[in-house]
């Protein structure tokens, strides 16, 4: 390709070389002429309620696909969105944030327009994005232009993180050279050195030495670009193996050696004292936040641990930078003599322990968290997304053991409450693309499915009409518990700034457009729900459906919310 082509043009042609098909976002007057360009380009125009759903929904969409896009519209929009940024940045969603900004004569003259101080001061918004981005970039020269998009997107793919991207009204249509487009924009090639080498070559060495290692995967494997390579070492030496919460669903569960998430001091002691013991523990994209990490139980020690981020090597107390995971996963796969690293079968059982099950004299029971992961377990079939909101649903979701090829979405560090419902719209749109184009493990149909608090769902309630206007298939596990539980464990059990506004909730998917016969069902007694579990259209992939399973205000999965409301029952006496 060579000559000319329209601003709008290029950049959207190379978000589609990125992979990306539907652009997420909101219009507004300073980037309308920009989205005339959106359709013809391609790209599926989603249209969300808000631009902090579409910040969420580009989130999840990028998570899935590997990179989202938003587009909003200067100051007011942008700031809407920019809590949703903040949280990709945070936890590692390449998410490419396109800003309409005023024409460049505005902007140059200082004119006191609308979504600005009225000051004349047009640069603050941009100030703010630097904060919760990794590149900036405002297209003002035709000259310059396709360069710096090019770099804003390398930028996105390399780190994993937000850019940020301003198109002023005049830009739009001014033509620049499209002879770049010849070529996609790709991550900069890293070559094997002898100390990446040496370094590959210490790791395999603690390898050999050790008696009994363990791997545990987290997060930043998916944003590292390693999580194939981890699986392949997984299976290859047969290690027992785990996730954190962040990288639950990163490893295939169905293998002998994968025994779920490792949670600290709240494993069973079986477990937490075996990983304990461990002399070797190979951790791969840590992400060590609070919440991730089990309140810091969950991290390995020092001396027994080596840590692989994206380009950081830590062996002990020892930093390496500059080896990118990738090059160093794949040169210890490549190197690793399997008859010299230790393969043992663990003489500890490191299952899950078992649940008792539904049996028909507990249908007139009320559905408790002890009782309700276990039986909903079921519902979850290969290559669905499993969502669970900050919350009681985003720590009771992890009882679920998962078939192949299943994404999970759980709180982890940024925790905005409301953000699974518009991620779940992103999401099962690049679930959708991907089955379409035959890119989701051979699978021909699975859905997403959202287990969301009743506080949490009237934060991004207006979500459900881009999901139900796009015709996805997701399944809204409405968890009704009268109020905010996971703040009320923490403080203030029975306080009333905990309590909300009693909805009703299945009147929300026929408000926001949905079919009279949509399936919305309500239920209180397990007998309803195990009813509803082995409903057949309930278990139909297709389509939107919505639950809402009513529970206790005071009941908690087990695990650190069970351990905090012992002590807000304690102190209220």
Not at 124 to 148: C, G, I, N, Y
Request: contains cysteine.
């Amino acid at each position: 390709m060579s000559g000319t082509i329209k601003l709008a043009d290029y950049l959207f042609t190379r978000l589609k070389q990125l992979g990306i098909s539907a652009v997420h976002g909101v219009p507004g007057d300073f980037n309308l002429t920009l989205l005339d360009y959106v359709e013809p380009a391609g790209l599926q125009w989603v249209g969300n309620a808000n631009e902090l759903n579409a910040g969420y929904a580009a989130d999840g969409y990028s998570r899935i696909k590997g990179v989202g896009a938003i587009i909003t519209t200067f100051g007011v929009g942008e700031l809407s969105a920019i809590n949703a940024i903040a949280g990709a940045y945070a936890e590692r969603a390449a998410v490419v944030h396109i800003v309409g900004t005023p024409d460049r004569p505005t902007q140059e003259e200082r004119r006191l327009v609308h979504h600005t101080y009225c000051d004349g001061e047009f640069g603050r918004f941009a100030q703010m994005a630097v904060h919760v981005t990794v590149a900036q970039v405002d297209l003002k020269d035709p000259r310059t232009s396709p360069e710096l998009i090019d770099h804003a997107l390398t930028q996105c793919l390399l780190h994993s993180r937000p850019v940020y991207i301003q198109v002023p009204v005049d830009m739009v249509a001014a033509p620049v050279s499209a002879e770049r487009l010849q070529s996609e924009v790709r991550l900069p090639q890293t070559e094997i050195t002898p100390y990446s080498d040496d370094v590959v070559d210490m790791i395999l060495k603690r390898i050999y030495e050790s008696k009994q290692p363990t791997i545990l995967v987290d997060g930043e494997t998916r944003s590292c670009g390693i999580v194939e390579l981890v699986q392949r070492l997984a299976e290859v030496t047969g290690w027992p193996s785990w996730t954190t919460a962040f990288g639950w669903g990163l490893l295939d569960e169905t293998a002998p050696n994968v025994h779920g998430i490792y949670r600290g001091r709240f494993s069973t002691p079986s477990v937490d004292s075996f990983f304990n013991a461990s002399d070797l523990v190979l951790c791969f994209g840590p992400h060590f936040s609070t919440t991730n990490s089990y309140a810091a139980t969950a991290i390995p020690k020092a001396e027994i641990a080596i840590l692989i981020s994206h380009t950081e090597i830590r062996i002990g107390n020892q930093v390496f930078r500059d080896i990118p995971a990738r090059l160093a996963v794949g040169q210890i796969l490549e190197k690793l003599d399997s008859s010299k690293a230790t393969a043992y079968t663990p003489s500890t059982d490191l299952s899950r322990p078992l649940v008792d099950g539904y049996y028909p004299e507990m249908k007139d029971q009320p559905i408790t968290q002890a009782l309700f992961w276990p039986m909903v377990s079921k519902m979850v079939k290969t290559g669905d997304i499993v969502m669970g909101e900050t919350g009681s649903a985003g720590h009771g979701c992890r009882e679920i053991p998962l078939p192949r090829h299943v994404r999970t979405f759980v709180p982890v560090t940024w925790l905005s409450i409301g953000y699974m419902l518009g991620a779940a719209q992103g999401a099962a749109l690049a679930q959708r693309e991907l089955i379409a184009s035959s890119q989701y493990h051979g699978i021909k149909s699975a859905r997403t499915i959202l287990f969301i608090g009743d506080g949490s769902f009237q934060m991004t309630v207006q979500e459900l009409g881009t999901i139900i206007r796009h015709n996805l298939n997701v399944t809204v596990v409405l968890i009704n518990n009268d109020g905010y539980t996971i703040e009320r464990v923490i403080h203030g059990l029975r306080q009333g700034y905990n309590d909300i506004a009693p909805w009703r909730y299945l009147k929300a998917p026929a408000l926001f457009g949905a079919e009279e016969d949509t399936l919305a069902v309500r239920v209180s007694k397990l007998g309803e729900l195990h009813a509803l579990l082995e409903d057949q259209e309930f278990n139909r992939t297709e389509g939107f459906k919505m639950v809402e399973v009513i529970m206790d205000r005071e009941d908690a999965p087990e695990g650190p919310l069970t351990w905090l409301l012992q002590k807000q029952l304690q102190a209220a006496g």
